[in-house]
């Protein structure tokens, strides 16, 4: 490798790895802060928060790398130009195509590595953060009760402490216990003035030992002229043990889940999911076919008549006319109604069911095509971000971080505004995830040129310079 090559992948290799860290912590800190109410206080272990954290930073790389490489290219390319070291290349015959060739390698090569990272390893990622979030998410916080407020943590209960007391807090003062278990309302309380709280061995079981204390019941009768004479049971005790069932507060395996959507398979495992979702829609509408010809095929399949049975009468054309008995014409009427109705549920109902049907199958091939796309889109994004720091020839994080920001806004709004076309079955999977990478491309090819012909196209002179012309035709007729 040469001299020049080596230089300009130095340059190039330190500001782009700093800016993909960045952007992945700032994308992961996105979602810590969407689900840090779902996540803190569940009374889960810290190494399963970490590696939900793990995994996520994995799913967002797809996002953050092609931010990372227009930063920093537009950075590296700018520092180039802003001390002069691009002017002495271009000086010494070397053009910018010859400058980028290294950079150009290690682009494709960076590609290849995204579409391998986004094949293997994001499916898995994505499989493993969504059901490490979804068990954790749905996992009953901590036992934590506290003096003064009630706590509805155990299902079925309402629990509130007075004072805590002792060493341990499991001395209880002025207890009350609403069992709502029947679902029908605050029917039954207990109290007591003390009480010692433990937990069994196995944690499966919450005790608490109840000293001087009460039950109030209100009795629901089943008769309903019983309703109106309130009966109710209230009884006394001088100690009472009452336990609560704990098994839903156990973590359990957090990294169990059968589900495994469209953005957990690689490119073999969604042609394999799309043949599936295929035969299966095919043979919906077989059923369907099948079921409307069976109820509606008048004379497609006619019963051969016994010539020993008498001839039946003629028929008029018209159903209604074979019938003179106004209860039976309405009766007829209704009936066809109530068929027709039904008939039309059923048919939108199959609609909606074939539009679903459709969507999935177009979600599953924009997931095929978002794997390619998304690794082209790192070699679009360095096309533009390395000529035009050329041109702009500013290093550092200030313009260039606007820069990048803003043809990155850009470029994420009109790809998400693509692929939603495509999941609403507007656009195919194809035109929908690669449109934005073909819009973006030509760009890239024109500020190469630009750059490479030294074009001073953010000359502001160059835009002026018709105005003022244009200024001094006017002030030539006013005089």
Known sequence: MKLLDRFVLRSFVRPFAITFLVMVLFLLMQFVWKYIDDLVGRGVEWYFIAELLFYTSATVVPMALPLAILLSSIMTFGTLGEHYEMAAFKSSGLSLI???????????????????????????????????????????????????????????????????????????????????????????????????????????????????????????????????????????????????????????????????????????????AVDSLENKFAERIKEFNTQMISKYAFGSVREKRDSTKPKPRELSDTIIANFTNPTDIDRIINNALRIARSNKAYFDNTEQEYLWRKKLLARHWLEWQKKFSISFSCIVLFFIGAPLGAIIRKGGMGMPVVISVFIFIIYHVTGYSFEKLGRELVWGPFRAMWTANFYLFPIGVWLTYKSATDSAIFNQEIYLKPIRAIKNIFSKIKN
């Open 98 to 272: 010859r400058i980028m060739r290294p950079l150009i390698i290690f682009m494709v090569l960076l590609a290849i590595g995204q579409f391998l990272f986004a094949n293997y390893v994001i499916p898995v990622a994505n499989l493993k953060s969504q059901t490490l979030l979804k068990n954790i998410t749905h996992k009953k916080p901590a036992l934590n009760i506290r003096e003064g407020t009630f706590y509805n943590g155990i299902e079925g209960f309402s629990i509130k402490i007075g004072e805590k007391l002792g060493k341990d807090n499991n001395d209880l003062r002025d207890i009350y216990i609403y069992d709502h278990t029947d679902n029908i309302g605050n029917m039954k309380v207990i109290t007591a003035e003390k009480g010692i709280m433990t937990v069994s061995e196995d944690e499966l079981y919450l005790n608490i030992d109840l000293i001087n204390g009460g039950s109030y019941e209100d009795i629901f009768p089943k008769k309903v002229d019983e309703r109106d004479n309130y009966p109710f049971t209230k009884s006394q005790f001088y100690r009472s043990l009452i336990k609560f069932n704990l098994s839903s507060f156990q973590s359990g395996d957090l990294r169990s889940g059968e589900r495994k959507d469209y953005d957990m398979l690689n490119i073999t495992q969604l042609v394999g």
